[in-house]
């Protein structure tokens, strides 16, 4: 089973990487976890949840089962935690039904559209999508009501930030992934196209860990 695991990492060494990568905001977050703003408090559950995922995946590919089912299962839990907890810290009323409609429409297609043995383009992209809007409208309630007076050690600046660049740097591969991530396409291409999502997620990690270090001073400001 370990020379099975090196040998994927080997082939996958930015999976490895990605794998890491988790482990930055999910210890960050635990440190600086009373200092968290009330939505902020699930993301090292977040994190909890991708690291229990890529654990389960690995073990998956050992035995050589297919896993990407959890990758659309991943998606949709994922669509439904960032709308929680931007649901959580804006506060037009209007932006907040919004974001209830939007989830609320987008599980309901979710059903029709799962696929048990390979990635659904639906369920990936329409996640991509909740996250762009749910960071949009976090930015124009920000903008329009002056939220932060130091947006640098706002917590939320840095997770909408990050998310925004994963969401958007993604959303083609997820779009199209029926054809970029298929079985049948060459490794060489399916690799660059995966690369592309865990390039991504690693650097939204980065933007993650930020949120939670700079919750510190934002504590300590309020």
């Avoid at 976890?33 to 949840?49: A, M, R, T, V, W």
């Amino acid at each position: 089973m370990i020379d099975r695991i090196i040998e994927i990492y080997i082939r996958y060494p930015l999976e490895l990487m990605a794998n890491l990568a988790t482990f930055m905001p999910l210890v960050m977050g635990i440190i600086y976890y009373k200092c968290l703003p009330l939505g902020i408090k699930y993301l090292p559950y977040f994190f909890s949840f991708v690291l229990a995922r890529d654990i389960t995946t690995l073990i998956y590919g050992v035995y050589r089962l297919n896993n990407l089912y959890l990758y659309n299962l991943s998606a949709i839990l994922e669509a439904i935690f960032f709308s929680y907890i931007f649901y959580l810290s804006i506060n037009k009323t209007q932006f907040r039904k919004g974001i209830a409609i939007i989830l609320l429409i987008v599980l309901i297609t979710d059903i029709f559209f799962w696929m048990p043995d390979d990635f659904s383009p639906i369920i990936l992209t329409l996640t991509r999508v909740v996250e762009i809007i749910v960071t949009l409208l976090y930015f124009i309630e920000l903008i329009s009501d002056l939220k932060a007076s130091n947006i640098l050690v706002h917590s939320y600046f840095w997770l909408s930030s990050g998310l925004m660049l994963q969401a958007s740097g993604t959303f083609f591969v997820s779009l199209f992934s029926s054809v970029v991530l298929s079985k049948v396409i060459n490794h060489a291409d399916f690799n660059y196209y995966w690369n592309v999502n865990l390039i991504m997620y690693i650097l939204f990690c980065f933007f993650a860990t930020t949120s939670f270090w700079v919750s510190k001073y934002e504590y300590v400001i309020k």
